[in-house]
């Protein structure tokens, strides 16, 4: 099989297919999951066979596509859209993207017509993450040359927390999308990857993305970052977002608002990189208005990893143990020392945000 370039595409012999890098398995195999209905993109969804937010949002407009192929009537369109948006309850892009799709189909009556638009509509949005991704990588490539100007041509060391690479987006990722330009710039840069459990999506992904890509990189333990930041061994943060109000709250993987502790209390820049389409311009409470999904506690009991060429999943735990299972955290706004878009950088206050996005200012 032919490596894919991109975590999602279409079925070049049939169309009414999604194809989608199955997330479950890497680094060790490299499997495609197959897309045809509103079910599997839901199970795609919900199981992490795709993840990140940007990716869940395009994910979700091929879904309302997917739906059109069978659904029978507006009613029914409507109840797979909502069903697709309530997949997972953080990330925000899928609510956007499924809306964006519903609203260019909107006027339309014929429904071939409005396959044809939906199908339009997706590929825009993709197309839109890819455009994103790559204008934070030239905007966040900027403030990493700064540092190494500063140190004189040594090499910048990151911190990350979880997976926001390609992976999680389309192309170039948005954490990752700086570290990836600044490496084609010549600027040299060492990542510090935490393992992000419970499931590992730094261990298992930004590592194997940032070594497909020859940067240089080292795994740790998520309690580490604290210990490193102490002994002047990262000079700066930088993260994703599964959403971000516009007041500056930013919900991201479990474990990052200690990450952004640890770098306030040893002056360390803590950057969060995100498209527009990660923004909530409702909520301005992150702490007490963004949802917190809680998965299932057996991604705490069991690992899985690979084991004499297979891949095997082990208990860690007693079996009678209890878990409890949040995915996501909230990093409050003073805690953030600026949003990297694809306009640009700003500081994390409602203000300097409006100020990047002024047609959001009406709401």
Same mark, same amino acid.
């Given at each position: ?5 991109? %975590? ?18 890497? %680094? ?329 996005? %002024? ?5």
């Amino acid at each position: 099989m032919k490596k894919p370039t991109r %975590p999602i595409w279409i079925n070049e012999k049939d169309n009414s297919i999604i194809n989608v890098i199955d997330q479950r398995y890497l %680094p060790h195999r490299v499997d495609v999951f197959d897309l045809k209905t509103k079910e599997d993109v839901i199970f795609a969804i919900q199981t992490m066979v795709v993840r990140g937010a940007p990716l869940i949002g395009v994910t979700g407009a091929y879904g309302v596509y997917l739906s059109l192929l069978t659904a029978k009537d507006e009613k029914e369109l409507i109840s797979d859209a909502n069903d697709i948006k309530n997949a997972r309850p953080t990330a925000i892009n899928l609510i956007w993207a499924v809306d964006e799709v519903l609203k260019a189909i909107s006027d339309i009556n014929d429904f071939d017509k409005k396959k044809d638009e939906a199908l339009k509509r997706a590929k825009e949005i993709e197309a839109f993450e890819v455009e994103c991704s790559r204008s934070i990588g030239e905007f966040g490539a900027k403030i990493i040359k700064e540092i190494s100007e500063k140190k004189g041509g040594k090499p910048v060391n990151i911190l990350t927390h979880c997976n926001a690479g390609f992976l999680a987006t389309v192309e170039y990722g948005t954490a990752t999308a700086p570290m990836y330009i600044a490496d084609e710039q010549g600027t040299d840069i060492h990542i510090w990857v935490d393992e992000t459990r419970p499931l590992n999506q730094g261990a298992r992904l930004t590592a194997w993305e940032l070594g497909e890509k020859n940067i240089k990189h080292s795994v740790i333990t998520d309690n580490t970052g604290g210990h490193l930041m102490q002994h002047n061994m990262v000079d700066m943060v930088i993260v994703g977002t599964d959403r971000t109000t516009h007041t500056g709250d930013v919900a991201n993987k479990i474990g990052t608002y200690l990450k952004a502790l640890a770098a306030k209390d040893n002056n360390i820049p803590f950057y969060v990189a995100l498209p527009s389409s990660t923004f909530d311009w409702e909520v301005k409470d992150g702490v007490n208005g963004i949802p917190i999904e809680e998965r299932d506690g057996d991604e705490i009991k069991f690992v899985t990893g690979f084991d004499e060429k297979k891949i095997r999943e082990v208990l860690i735990t007693p079996l009678k143990s209890k878990t409890v299972n949040y995915a996501f955290d909230v990093t409050p706004a003073r805690l953030v020392t600026g949003f990297i878009t694809e306009r640009g950088v700003c500081r994390a206050t409602e203000k300097d945000i409006l100020n990047l996005f %002024p047609e959001k200012k009406k709401r």
